[in-house]
């Protein structure tokens, strides 16, 4: 039986013409039973529309898997294993072809499953064809028909997904939204498994539209039973999205953890920030809030305020952090494979979150899969370029990463190979792929289907797309059939081989096929398709209530619309209830369906009838939709001035919702476009619209480092606009394109101007007395001054935010440039503060009086003010911004002279993840250097284990472009890796650091320290003095420098014990010269003891020791050497423990005690191989052999050293 023509011949019978199956099918779809006349026909289409998708269902592409692909499965099979069998590491897998060659369904057809039964996450997600925003979750109830039922999301209205996150926000909103699943599935199994199969009571499963309603589907629900093969197919439908419990539970059936502890871990890593990240994946909100709310998601919560212009920087950083802290949290329970479909339309700030992703070695186990098209003539050479830096950039990360891990933990060259970048191309499908696809499509064999095979080849040339569009075309037009009565498919190759010969090139199937749609269906589709891939219900509504220039007749209701589309596998609909294009051949053919002239007509036309009719509520929901309708502005033919300026504010208001979401070159092209927009003496007649444009514009090109452009819009600003207040916000740009330019001295001088201007001055000369005068004021007006503190009330005047905001960042270019400046500037900011109220910098103003104060001798004052510091960032909320730098402050120049440095350990930590959270990425980057400083110069941390979070740390700080504090940490971490026998040289190339002449000052500084860290524990004394001298730290130029860094003790202490053991190592003026050094620097650690610093007790014990060396006197240097022992072991200090078990012993070897020298010599190198000191054990077991002339066992036993991260 013929089941094609059969219907066929139902059709004519019912229409009385030659109208095809799939024509009627489409308009019934479309229009349904129009009236009771037409009912009786209504009933025939739905069998008819039974019988043509039973057809249809018989071409089951996605049950035997993929053909002709074993090679490149095989490749991805083993970088999964690869990743998962290593922790750490990374693998990256770029896969290219031309489109439709079937890339995403092999991605997910190799590693979806896979992943699962690792117990890991799969996260999929897809960049966008059309470089616009797509709108997700206006849920506008249909109410054009009885029984629809629109899913309710948990998208919340007007968000926006930007273009720089598109592809890696569908990827986390998908796997929460898978979690949420997870978790009704548990559920249900533990209620099942307790009560009656025949219950109804339970937990409702997630409102997703992927909701399995458990009964008859409903008339207007579109379900996509037949979906079509495409790049997308997998397990069960062509996007891999879990349709039914029954997919979602064999995705998640081998994760073993608790729903409650991921909702924990989560809530732990994101902290406030979970709020930033709502937007892009709306269902993280509803794993937040699940339960009873955590205090923190409650934060979050109220913190989701509208972000100000002055948040857009870090609020890009904060986006960055969030994102790779949601990674970090998931990978705790298993590896994350990511995969990003399209990556050739992601925008620079994803390629750059991509980088990241990769980079971050915090994230445990990782793979991430990039699928791209082939570039041709046709496409975009910046496209293509910008992709294959990026491709490039990844290979140096993996190699960077590969070159770290060969000298981790062991320093074995050997390891460090499961970092790996790996390229695959897909090529074209070969006839014999096809005939053995057909062959068990059909349930025949591969003779019976080769000569098709070999005709579908001809035809597509091996495309995976064009093979499926081209054989349901031949079911379509009657030369494939499926015979009821044989259970078989029929063809005839000859009529095929004619047929197909006439007909067009494959990539005109899905176009034609499209033009088989009523009429009321393509007028619109053009429009929907260059809104984006994905859209939702209520575009549809919009676009159909005011588009339309169809006949009133041919409009369809949006349902009817959807279901018409998905039907023919046009479209699906996506598990948060919106739907999308099957396949970009298919947006493209949509688009294509009319002159691209004529589409931009249409879209100038509606959005001109949008912009309107709607009201502003109404408008704002829809900003998106309007601002991208009119597209660039050149084609914009002259209307009137109301409609220009109404316009100019959508583009205003989308770019400042860009912003808002750190899509920063999508902002400035919406600003961009409201510039053009406005009419010639805009600055007269609409000064506020005006000045909020260029302001918002000079903001964004900072950010995105576009100066020039961002100069245009700050002198037209200042040209202008009216007060200086007005005019803070390209002020701010201006100042902080001088920072990011390290043209410390002009945004001084300019930040000096604008105070100024506001009545702010400082005095030229005579500023000590000035200085001494404030300090004065200050400590007498202390109890009162800080108690009143306590009780201020937060500042809310712009324009004294503004002052405080310019006076803490002439500090930072004080320090820099003038710091016979920086006192004064601090006590006008903690002055200001008193007088007017509380404020975000407040703190930061409080730890610098406190930085005073110490710098003078007033170690007690200093501490009260540090401590007020940090009891005002937890009652400051715009304080947690300030954070890092308060630590920072409090920490490395106030605390140590008082508090145990290791104290410190924690608060560092805890610093730089509050800054890299708050996008202050510089304070970040030096905590985590003082962290690890603490402990390397403590001995307290094994040095195999700082190596290893020396690694981490610096491939993050790399990641925030903090060049110079990499190159601060990487040298430090060569010392370390020095002592452990792991290269010798420690000279990291300054030479492309740009940076100005006072911080180059800084950078010198802390080379020649380095060089004498080195020197000193590998007792090379002389070599310390010689580089001290040539650095002028022997006449304490580093004290100058950086007055009350935390470090200065610890380097007059190596200076000092080198110098009085070359002491007693040389005679005559040589020997006085180095004692007169060694008494110097010596002193200066007395005076650090007698002042109350825990942190020199050892380290003026041990010089005490060697001082009495030098005069004979025998009694006090061993009691010293034990003093020094014994703080050292109490302390943890294990590396200064050893060093003085070594002077001990050569003490005692001097005066002949050998046994006793021999049993200290025996503990110095236990101690020096505890803490990981390889070079150094080994030249000590060498100089010992020669003094005692016994052969010394060398002993490799675990570090004794602790942990700081315990």
């Given at each position: ?33 129009k ?41 991805l ?29 092999l ?7 896979p ?7 799969f ?29 309710t ?157 002055d ?68 496409e975009?050479d ?10 490039r ?38 006839a ?43 079911v ?45 269906i ?8 260059s ?10 509504e ?74 502003e ?29 109404r ?19 999508q ?36 950010i ?25 916000r ?91 400046l ?13 007088a ?72 560092f ?131 100058k ?22 002491a ?21 650690i ?11 007790i ?71 191989n ?6 150094r ?8 052999e ?6 010394w ?14």
């Amino acid at each position: 039986m013929d089941l094609y023509l059969e219907s066929q011949a139902e059709v004519s019978a019912v229409t009385g013409d030659s109208t095809s199956v799939y024509e009627a099918i489409s308009d019934h779809y479309l229009h349904g039973a129009k009236d009771e006349d037409t009912w009786e026909r209504s009933e025939q289409y739905e069998g008819l529309v039974s019988v043509i998708e039973a057809t249809i269902s018989k071409l089951d592409w996605h049950s035997n898997g993929l053909y002709g692909r074993d090679k490149e499965i095989q490749i991805l099979h083993d970088s999964l294993d690869s990743c998962i069998q290593n922790d750490s590491s990374r693998q990256v897998v770029m896969i290219s072809g031309e489109a439709g060659s079937g890339k995403t369904s092999l991605v997910k057809t190799a590693l979806q499953m896979p992943a699962a039964r690792a117990g890991g996450f799969f996260l999929f997600g897809k960049f966008e064809l059309t470089r616009t925003p797509v709108i997700i979750g206006n849920n506008t109830t249909i109410t054009d028909t009885t029984d629809e039922q629109t899913p309710t999301t948990p998208t919340p209205p007007d968000t926006f997904h930007s273009q720089q996150s598109a592809g890696i926000a569908e990827a986390c909103q998908d796997i929460c939204q898978t979690l949420l699943e997870y978790r009704f599935l548990r559920e249900t199994a533990s209620i099942g498994s307790s009560k009656d199969s025949d219950s109804n009571s339970g937990p409702s499963p997630p409102t997703t539209a992927s909701s399995d309603s458990g009964g008859k589907e409903q008339e207007d629900t579109p379900i996509n039973a037949t979906a079509p093969l495409t790049e997308g197919s997998t397990l069960t439908n062509s996007t891999s999205e879990p349709e039914n419990q029954e997919d979602t539970a064999a995705v998640t059936a081998f994760w073993n953890f608790s729903f409650e502890k991921l909702r924990t871990r989560l809530l732990e890593e994101l902290g406030t920030d979970a709020s930033l990240l709502h937007p892009f994946m709306p269902a993280l909100k509803l794993i937040l809030q699940i339960g009873s709310l955590h205090p923190t998601a409650e934060a979050a919560e109220s913190e989701a305020a509208e972000v100000t212009s002055d948040d857009y920087k870090e609020r890009r950083y904060k986006l960055d952090w969030a994102f790779r802290g949601f990674m970090r949290a998931l990978s705790s329970f298993g590896p994350i494979v990511l995969c990003l479909d399209d990556i050739q339309w992601a925008d620079e700030t994803s390629l750059d979150l991509i980088q990241s992703l990769v980079s971050d070695v915090t994230i445990p186990t990782m793979m991430v899969g990039g699928i791209y098209r082939s570039f041709t003539k046709t496409e975009g050479d910046e496209q293509e370029h910008t992709l294959t830096t990026t491709i490039r950039k990844l290979q140096e990360r993996i190699d960077k990463l590969n070159a770290e891990t060969k000298t981790t933990d062991t320093g074995d060259n050997t390891s460090g190979s499961n970092n790996r970048l790996t390229e695959i191309s897909l090529t074209p499908m070969e006839a014999r792929d096809i005939a053995e696809m057909l062959g068990d499509l059909f349930t025949c064999s591969y003779d019976e289907t080769e000569a098709l095979a070999e005709c579908i080849h001809r035809k597509t040339l091996g495309n995976s797309f064009y093979i499926v569009q081209f054989t349901r075309e031949l079911v379509k037009s009657g030369l494939l059939v499926f015979d009821l009565g044989t259970q078989s498919w029929n063809w005839n190759i000859d009529t095929i081989n004619d047929r197909a010969m006439a007909t067009q090139e494959a990539v005109d199937f899905v176009i034609n096929n499209l033009r088989r749609l009523p009429p009321g269906i393509r007028t619109l589709l053009p429009l929907l398709a260059s809104s984006g891939r994905a859209f939702e219900v209520g575009l549809v509504e919009l676009l159909m209530l005011h588009g339309f220039t169809a006949k009133k007749d041919e409009i369809p209701t949006p349902s009817r619309f959807l279901k018409c589309l998905e039907k023919q596998g046009f479209i699906y609909r996506r598990r948060d209830g919106t739907f999308a294009f099957e396949h970009d051949r298919i947006q493209e053919a949509a688009i294509s369906l009319i002159e691209p002239a004529a589409l931009r007509q249409q879209r100038w036309h509606l959005g001109l009838v949008l912009l309107d009719t709607l009201d502003e509520e109404t408008l704002e929901k829809h900003l998106f939709t309007v601002a991208n309708l009119f597209g660039d502005t050149k084609s914009i033919p002259d209307v009137q001035e109301t409609r220009r300026i109404r316009l100019a504010n959508v583009y205003l208001k989308a770019g400042q919702r860009c912003s808002s979401l750190a899509s920063f070159n999508q902002s400035a092209a919406y600003l961009a476009r409201g510039v053009k927009m406005l009419p010639l003496r805009h600055w007269e007649t609409h000064y506020e619209l005006s000045l909020d444009l260029y302001s918002t514009a000079a903001e964004v090109l900072f950010i995105g480092g576009r100066y020039r452009e961002m100069k245009i819009c700050c002198d037209a600003v200042i040209e202008h606009g009216g007060s200086v207040v007005e005019k803070r916000r390209a002020y701010n740009a201006i100042l902080g394109s001088m920072g990011a330019r390290w043209q410390n001295k002009e945004a001084l001088e300019l930040g000096l101007e604008l105070l100024k201007q506001m009545n702010i001055k400082f005095a030229k000369t005579a500023r000590m007395m000035h200085i001494m005068g404030n300090v004065i004021w200050t400590r007498i007006a202390m109890k009162s001054s800080l108690d009143k503190i306590s009780k201020l009330r937060n500042l809310t005047d712009p324009g004294k935010l503004w002052v405080f905001k310019l006076l803490d960042e002439m500090t930072t270019s004080a320090y820099q440039v003038d710091q016979s400046l920086l006192p004064l500037l601090v006590m006008r900011g903690y002055q200001e503060t008193v007088a007017y109220g509380l404020h975000k910098y407040a703190p930061v103003f409080l730890s610098l009086v406190g930085f005073l104060f110490v710098n003078l001798g007033d170690y007690e004052g200093g501490l009260t003010y540090a401590d007020l510091a940090n009891d005002l960032l937890d009652k400051i909320n715009e304080s947690k911004a300030v954070r890092a730098r308060v630590t920072l402050l409090c920490h490395d120049f106030i605390y140590h002279h008082r508090k145990c440095w290791e104290w410190s350990s924690q608060p560092f930590l805890q610093g730089y993840q509050a800054g890299l959270a708050a996008g202050d990425t510089e304070s970040a980057g030096w905590c985590a250097f003082q962290y690890l400083e603490i402990g390397l110069f403590t001995g307290t941390v094994p040095l195999a284990t700082l190596n290893a979070y020396f690694r981490n740390y610096v491939a993050i700080i790399e990641e925030t472009s903090q060049h110079v504090i990499a190159w601060t940490t990487r040298s430090l971490w060569k010392i370390a890796q020095s002592l452990m026998g792991i290269g010798a040289d420690i000279v990291v190339d300054t030479s492309r650091l740009e940076v100005s002449a006072e911080s180059r000052k800084h950078v010198q500084m802390n080379e020649d320290r380095f060089r004498l860290l080195l020197a000193f524990w590998l007792a090379d004394y002389g070599e310390l003095l010689y580089a001290a001298e040539r650095s002028g730290f022997d006449k304490d130029l580093m004290g100058k420098l950086t007055p009350g860094l935390g470090i200065i003790p610890a380097t007059a202490m190596q200076i000092a014990l080198s110098a009085l053991v070359q002491a007693q190592s040389t005679r005559g003026s040589e020997s006085k010269k180095f004692l007169s050094i060694g008494k110097k620097f010596y002193a200066k650690i007395q005076k650090w003891k007698a002042q109350g610093n825990p942190n020199v007790i050892h380290y003026e014990a041990l010089l005490a020791a060697e001082m009495a060396v030098l005069s004979n006197d025998g009694f006090n240097a061993r009691q010293n050497f034990e003093i020094a022992l014994l703080f050292c072991s109490g302390r943890g200090f294990v590396s200064h423990e050893a060093l003085a078990h070594e002077r001990f012993a050569a003490f005692l070897f001097d005066r002949s005690e050998l046994d006793r020298a021999k049993e200290h010599a025996e503990k110095a190198i236990d101690r020096y191989n505890g803490w990981g000191a390889t070079v150094r054990v080994e030249a000590l077991e060498a100089k010992y052999e020669r003094q005692f002339g016994l052969q010394w066992k060398k002993r490799r036993d675990v570090p004794v050293a602790v942990s700081l991260a315990s």
